[in-house]
C-alpha cells in the first residue's frame, strides 16, 4: 500500500514568524521563481541587467530542462514553510510560443503546478499556503498594503515593494558586505573591479581581468579560498589547497570574468557583482545556523546544523542532531546576535542562514557567510517537533536527488519510512518524457546510525535507478 495519508504539522511557519513582534497584519507576501513549462526559451545568462549573478545563482549555464527543474525545485522547498500566507510562483522564462503564454485558465493545471499541489497536500489544511501561479513577473498583482520576500533580487521584481529596498537587500547578501563589516570573520582581501573608461574596448577588459587575478597569483600562502562576492550553495567558493589548484581557479576565474564583465556598466557597478574575496582557509567545526530576525530585531533561534557539500563544493543537504541544539544554541548566541544586530541596522527582518566556524587554536567564532533569506536546510527547525515527537532525534536533509522514474515508484518504495513520519518529501519536481526527476527529501533517525542506515538506503535506491536505466 503506498503511504498517503500522513499529515505534516509544522512548529511554526514564516507566516507565524513575520507576525511576531507586530500589531499589525505582516503584509509579507513571498514570490519564487517557478517556470510552469517545460518548453521554455532558454534565458541568456544575464538576462538580469541590474543585479548580475554571473553563472553562480541558481545555475544560469544549466541546459533549458535542468535550470527549468531547479528553479521549480526551490521553489518547492522554500514554499513548504511558507504557511497560510500568499506564496507567489511565477514563470520565470519565456514562452517559445504565445499560445503557451495565454494558457486558458479552465484547462487542467500543468504537471508543474500539480507537483506543488501535491507537495502542500502533506501539510495540515491550516499550514497550507495560498498559491498563485502568475504567468510572468509582470502579471503579479498584489493586495494592498503588501510588500514582497524573495531569495535574491531580480530585475523583473523591480517594480513591486519588497520589505527590503532590493539593492540594500543585494549588497546583504554579498560576501563583500561581511569582510567589510564589524562581524568577526576571516581577515579578507577585497579585490573590486575597475570599469575602464573604454569598457568596451577587448584590450581594456583583458588588463582589468589580469590586474583582479595578479592578487590569486601572488597570494602568500596556502590553503586559501577564493570567493565570488555574489554566489550561493557553494557556487562561486574556490578552496586553493596546491598550487594546481592555485592554477585551476586562475584559469576558472579568468573564464567568468572575460563572461561577465561587459555586463559591468555604470548603472549598476556600485554594486560591485564581480568583486573577488580571498581569505585564509579557516580550520575548525562548522555550523549553519537558522534563525529568524523579527521586526524588532528579535532573535528566534531555530537550529544549528552541519552543511554536506558534494565533490564539486556545492550544497547538497544538512543534518542535524536537536539533543545537541541548546548546547549550540549558548556556544553560538553571541555571534548570532551581533549578525542580527547588524542585518537589523540594515533594515533587514525575515529569515537568516549564517554559517558559523570555531577556529581550532583560540576557539574564536567566525562568520564565512551570511544569507539573509531562506536557505536549504532553514525548515530543519520548524519540523523539530514532528521528528523529536516520534522518537527520531536526527534529522537530514538531502537535496538535491536526482531519479529516474515516477513519484509513486517512490512512495511505493518508502511507504514505511513515509507511513511512520521518518520521511518528508520536501520537493517533487517530475521529469519530462522518461528523464530525470528533482528530489529532496528530509529524514529522520532515533540516532546517528540509524539515521545514515536510512541516508544509505536512499543514495542506493537514487543509484539504482541510474544504473538500471536501459537494462
Known amino acids: 500500500m503506498i503511504a498517503t495519508d500522513m499529515t505534516i504539522i509544522l512548529d511554526t511557519t514564516l507566516d507565524d514568524l513575520y507576525s511576531l ?90 504537471p508543474a503546478i500539480a507537483d506543488v499541489v501535491t507537495l502542500h497536500a502533506q501539510l495540515h489544511p491550516t499550514q497550507r499556503p495560498k498559491l498563485q501561479f502568475p504567468r510572468n513577473a509582470s502579471a503579479i498583482d498584489l493586495p494592498p498594503n503588501t510588500q514582497i520576500a524573495i ?17 540594500t537587500h543585494y549588497h546583504l547578501l554579498s560576501k563583500r558586505w561581511l569582510a567589510l563589516s564589524s562581524l568577526p570573520t576571516p581577515n579578507s582581501l577585497i579585490i573590486d573591479p575597475i570599469i575602464p573608461p573604454t569598457a568596451d ?20 600562502s596556502l590553503p586559501f579560498v577564493i570567493k565570488v562576492s555574489v554566489a550561493a550553495s557553494g557556487r562561486g567558493t574556490l578552496l586553493v589547497r596546491s598550487e594546481t589548484d592555485r592554477s585551476d581557479a586562475y584559469i576558472r576565474l579568468r573564464a567568468i570574468l572575460h563572461t561577465s564583465f561587459p555586463h559591468v556598466t ?3 557597478a556600485h554594486l560591485h557583482p564581480l568583486a573577488l574575496i580571498l581569505q585564509p582557509f ?14 524588532t530585531g528579535r532573535v528566534i533561534f531555530h537550529t544549528a546544523s552541519r552543511q554536506q557539500f558534494n565533490a564539486q563544493g556545492q550544497w547538497c543537504g544538512g543534518w542535524v542532531s536537536f539533543p545537541a541544539q541548546q548546547r549550540l544554541k549558548e556556544r553560538y548566541w553571541g555571534v548570532v546576535v551581533a ?21 581550532e587554536n583560540g576557539g574564536r567564532h567566525v562568520i564565512v557567510d551570511v544569507n539573509p533569506r531562506v536557505t536549504g536546510s532553514y525548515h530543519l527547525g520548524l519540523l523539530r517537533g514532528h521528528f523529536v515527537g516520534r522518537g527520531l ?38 521529469g519530462v518524457d522518461g528523464g530525470r526527476s528533482y528530489v529532496a527529501v528530509t529524514v529522520g533517525g532515533e540516532d546517528e546510525r540509524r539515521l545514515k542506515r536510512l541516508v544509505g538506503e536512499v543514495e542506493a535506491f537514487v543509484w539504482e535507478g541510474y544504473s538500471g536505466v536501459g537494462e
Request: charged share 20%; glycine share 6%.
Open 21 to 110: 513582534d507586530s500589531d499589525e497584519p505582516h503584509g509579507v507576501v513571498t514570490a519564487y521563481p517557478h517556470p510552469s513549462q517545460p518548453s521554455r526559451a532558454m534565458p541568456h545568462p544575464f538576462s538580469s541587467e541590474h543585479f548580475l549573478y554571473g553563472i553562480t545563482f541558481p545555475n544560469t549555464t544549466a541546459p533549458n530542462a535542468m535550470q527549468n527543474i531547479l528553479e521549480r525545485g526551490i521553489a518547492q522547498r522554500y514554499s513548504f514553510i511558507a504557511g497560510r500566507a500568499p506564496v507567489i510562483l511565477f514563470d520565470s522564462l519565456p514562452a517559445t510560443t504565445d499560445a503557451e503564454s495565454q494558457k486558458k485558465p479552465e484547462q487542467p493545471p500543468s
Open 151 to 167: 531569495i535574491v533580487p531580480q530585475d523583473e521584481l523591480a517594480h513591486l515593494p519588497h520589505i527590503l529596498p532590493p539593492e
Open 201 to 220: 574596448h577587448p584590450a581594456a577588459i583583458e588588463a582589468e581581468i589580469s590586474r583582479m587575478l595578479h592578487s590569486i597569483q601572488s597570494y602568500p
Open 266 to 268: 555604470p548603472q549598476n
Open 282 to 295: 579557516v580550520a575548525g567545526e562548522a555550523h549553519g545556523i537558522s534563525f529568524f530576525l523579527t521586526q
Open 339 to 359: 549578525l542580527a544586530e547588524n542585518l537589523h541596522a540594515e533594515g533587514y527582518y525575515g529569515p537568516v542562514g549564517a554559517d558559523v566556524m570555531t577556529e
Open 393 to 430: 532525534v536526527e534529522v537530514a536533509v538531502l537535496s538535491p536527488l536526482y531519479v529516474i522514474g515516477d513519484r509513486s515508484g517512490w512512495v511505493e518504495r518508502f511507504a514505511r519510512e513515509i507511513e511512520e513520519g521518518r520521511m518528508i518529501v520536501t520537493a517533487w519536481v517530475q
